[in-house]
């Protein structure tokens, strides 16, 4: 059974920085596109980041381009993803994804509140 379990969310001022990870088990990953999704308060989800796994390409949302990186270490089943030049706006739920058409799988998400 696939599971994703983030964590590393917290409060931080806004110019700081944080990195969440999300812990993958169940599955071999290699073939998977891993990601990065956030839920702000009354608004719909939306795409931070993609990964994927076996080669490392990497997709960012416009919106925080330059200031997320998204990275995985094999060794540890474990994606990251470092928030820099963090903004009140960055405030959410992260969660993480495994996408392996058609499936994806998500995580619980890990809370992220940026204050101004």
């Known amino acids: 059974q696939v599971q994703l379990v983030e964590s590393g969310g917290g409060l931080v001022q806004a110019g700081g920085s944080l990195r969440l990870s999300c812990a993958a088990s169940?599955?071999?990953?290699?073939?998977?596109?891993m990601g990065w999704f956030r839920q702000a308060p009354g608004k719909e989800r939306e795409f931070v980041a993609f990964?994927?796994?076996?080669?490392?390409?990497?997709v960012y949302a416009d919106s925080v381009k330059g200031r997320f990186t998204i990275s995985r270490d094999s060794a540890k089943n474990t994606v990251y993803l470092q928030m820099n030049s963090l903004k009140p706006e960055d405030t959410a739920v992260y969660s993480c994804?495994?996408?392996?058409?058609?499936?994806?799988?998500w995580g619980k998400g890990t809370l992220v509140t940026v204050s101004a």
């Open positions: 990964i994927h796994w076996s080669g490392g390409n990497t």
């Open positions: 994804t495994a996408e392996l058409p058609p499936i994806t799988y």
């Open positions: 169940g599955r071999t990953f290699s073939t998977y596109r």
